[in-house]
């Protein structure tokens, strides 16, 4: 995870480009969820192993497919923010997808307390709001997670401020 950059892939003779065509591919696939959760060590918050844009387009469909699961989602919580600038609707989705089943109750697979990420996705929630393309969205999203989880995402209201 930590070694993943651009000076590994270079030493191991690894293609971003390959890798990119591979998540690609798996996208395409109908393989198990947890297939997919492993896309999670590719989110790095310290050295970009895949370019940004490349990883918040196809974060949404990862997430759909690996039913809210990441390993590692460390990474994936600490560029929230970045990828809200990037892109606001995929990130919105993203954290849909990642406190929320696909069938609108609480994700099973957040076992790590809100309260250790809640900055995390105020920061990005933030930004998504103050996109007008994505403001009602956001305050959709919000709403929804406060109706499923009350008091565990309350305080994502000061992210509509």
Known sequence: ????????LKEN??????LV????????QDFEPKAYSGFG??????????????IVD???KTL????GDLDWDYGFTQKLEKFAELNPRNTLRAIELYL?????????????????VDNEIKDALAICYKNPETKQDT????????????????????ALK
Do not use: C, Y
Request: hydrophobic letters at 40%.
């Open 41 to 54: 060590l590719w989110i790095n918050p310290d050295i970009e192993v895949v370019e940004e844009k490349q």
């Open 1 to 8: 995870r930590s070694q993943a950059g651009d000076e590994w």
């Open 100 to 116: 929320l089943t696909q069938d609108g109750s609480l994700n099973p697979h957040r076992g790590v307390p809100m309260f250790s």
């Open 139 to 158: 305050e959709n999203l919000v709403a929804k997670l406060i109706d499923k989880g009350s008091n565990i995402f309350w305080g994502l209201k000061d």
């Open 21 to 28: 065509e591979f998540w690609d591919w798996m996208l395409a």
């Open 58 to 60: 196809r974060l949404p």
């Open 64 to 67: 759909e497919k690996s039913d």
């Open 13 to 18: 003779n690894v293609s971003k480009e390959k």
